[in-house]
């Protein structure tokens, strides 16, 4: 085979023009490149985890034992997710190893720790509420504190489709009934302001796949920078999601990077605002209030992202209320799509077929219409090229469209 000394190689995983098994020196090669691939993506994970955690010094790194199931070839029924918590859990762990204090928890000075019960919101409507008398935390619903607060629009956050409110509290109103010696002023855990958020209607406000079409719950956040001790101030995300997950991770691996953009530019404000060099006293004053106005622009920017975000969101539930219209429009995309618009959801083992003006329709395996969103191109893009949406093999994705010609023409 003399020509094929100049022909490409060919790429790791396409098979050979000639139909010839892969050699093991193709698959040495590809395991190669899958570890150079895991290896930098868990250093990614460790960096960004070490910058929201406020870690300064250099993480050591170590051995990572990585286990993964192996299902019989084409059973597909295991976790996609496998690796990915692994790899996640080992970078939470390294860096709460030399963090101040674990993000999403609070401190409770009754019991003295970062995990106690009261440390963590009860359930997803809950915000942080300040202390009590003796240090513990609180955890009120959202909108007890637009009440107590008497909010102007608090009316607007009740009824189907409640609209989005923000609320910005100075450290001095979360410590007020705090006693001293129940940690009021200690070094261990300071609130210095917080804003608080909601309701986001969890999974669809932060651009997360539903795991089933009815799951939407009210969702509530608390933003807050703490001092806890350490070199800089902390950027705490406060939040508990439906399966009683911490909210900070589902907000970091959110589709829509102008939310970790707003957490990432606040958190660069706490860097310089803990470089601050002043007097003791004055130097207290001074902070505050840039800690405050540093917590002012993230409130902006999640106003800014989620109400619009909403108005979306009520688009697409007046187009849902007319059944039949979506139904008939995505099978009419689907059968015009072409083969570059058709994909696979590994995940969720559904059939992803993207319309024009980035109407994407998700199919079942017997290319039942399941539901149809429109997404920003931006998202679209994401998905198909960072590997949700796998391409299919061409002889399933024919499969599917035969399913779909033959529903189509039995109805
Ligand atoms: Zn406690």
């Known amino acids: 085979?003399?020509?094929?000394?100049?022909?490409?190689?060919?790429?790791?995983?396409?098979?050979?023009?000639?139909?010839?098994?892969?050699?093991?020196?193709?698959?040495?090669?590809?395991?190669?490149?899958?570890?150079?691939?895991?290896?930098?993506?868990?250093?990614?994970?460790?960096?960004?985890?070490?910058?929201?955690?406020?870690?300064?010094?250099?993480?050591?790194?170590?051995?990572?034992?990585?286990?993964?199931?192996?299902?019989?070839?084409?059973?597909?029924?295991?976790?996609?997710?496998?690796?990915?918590?692994?790899?996640?859990?080992?970078?939470?762990?390294?860096?709460?190893?030399?963090?101040?204090?674990?993000?999403?928890?609070?401190?409770?000075?009754?019991?003295?720790?970062?995990?106690?019960?009261?440390?963590?919101?009860?359930?997803?409507?809950?915000?942080?509420?300040?202390?009590?008398?003796?240090?513990?935390?609180?955890?009120?619903?959202?909108?007890?504190?637009?009440?107590?607060?008497?909010?102007?629009?608090?009316?607007?956050?009740?009824?189907?489709?409640?609209?989005?409110?923000?609320?910005?509290?100075?450290?001095?109103e979360l410590s007020r009934k705090q006693l001293p010696i129940y940690g009021k002023s200690s070094p261990i855990c300071r609130v210095l302001g917080q804003v608080s958020v909601g309701y986001l209607i969890f999974p669809d406000s932060l651009s997360l796949p539903r795991t089933s079409p009815a799951q939407r719950t009210p969702l509530a956040l608390t933003f807050q920078v703490v001092d806890a001790g350490g070199s800089s101030l902390i950027l705490n995300v406060v939040g508990k999601l439906p399966d009683g997950t911490p909210a900070f991770q589902a907000f970091e691996e959110s589709w829509d990077t102008r939310l970790a953009d707003a957490l990432h530019s606040t958190r660069r404000s706490l860097e310089e605002i803990s470089l601050l060099k002043t007097s003791r006293k004055s130097r207290a004053r001074e902070r505050s209030r840039l800690v405050m106005g540093a917590l002012h622009n993230l409130e902006k920017n999640l106003d800014r992202i989620f109400r619009q975000r909403e108005r979306r969101t009520q688009h697409s539930q007046e187009r849902h209320a007319n059944r039949k219209r979506p139904t008939s429009t995505a099978f009419r995309d689907a059968l015009e799509a072409s083969a570059e618009a058709i994909f696979r959801d590994?995940?969720?083992?559904?059939?992803?077929?993207?319309?024009?003006?980035?109407?994407?329709?998700?199919?079942?395996?017997?290319?039942?219409?399941?539901?149809?969103?429109?997404?920003?191109?931006?998202?679209?893009?994401?998905?198909?090229?960072?590997g949700k949406w796998h391409k299919p093999r061409a002889e399933e994705r024919t499969a599917f469209q035969q399913a779909l010609e033959r529903l189509t023409q039995g109805e």
């Open 1 to 172: 085979m003399e020509n094929s000394a100049h022909a490409v190689p060919p790429q790791p995983h396409e098979t050979s023009p000639f139909n010839r098994p892969p050699s093991t020196r193709e698959l040495k090669d590809r395991v190669h490149q899958v570890q150079r691939e895991l290896e930098s993506i868990f250093h990614s994970l460790l960096e960004s985890r070490r910058r929201a955690q406020g870690v300064h010094a250099k993480l050591k790194t170590g051995n990572l034992k990585l286990s993964l199931e192996l299902p019989q070839p084409g059973s597909g029924g295991h976790s996609s997710d496998q690796l990915y918590v692994q790899l996640q859990n080992t970078a939470e762990r390294y860096a709460n190893r030399l963090a101040s204090m674990p993000l999403g928890q609070i401190y409770c000075h009754w019991c003295r720790s970062f995990y106690c019960e009261h440390a963590s919101p009860p359930e997803p409507r809950s915000v942080f509420g300040g202390y009590t008398p003796t240090g513990q935390p609180t955890w009120p619903e959202f909108v007890s504190v637009l009440l107590e607060r008497r909010h102007p629009r608090v009316d607007s956050i009740f009824g189907s489709a409640p609209s989005f409110i923000t609320v910005l509290h100075p450290g001095h």
């Open 346 to 386: 590994v995940e969720e083992q559904t059939w992803v077929v993207i319309g024009p003006k980035n109407r994407v329709h998700v199919f079942n395996d017997q290319a039942r219409h399941v539901t149809s969103i429109v997404y920003s191109g931006e998202t679209v893009r994401a998905r198909t090229t960072r």
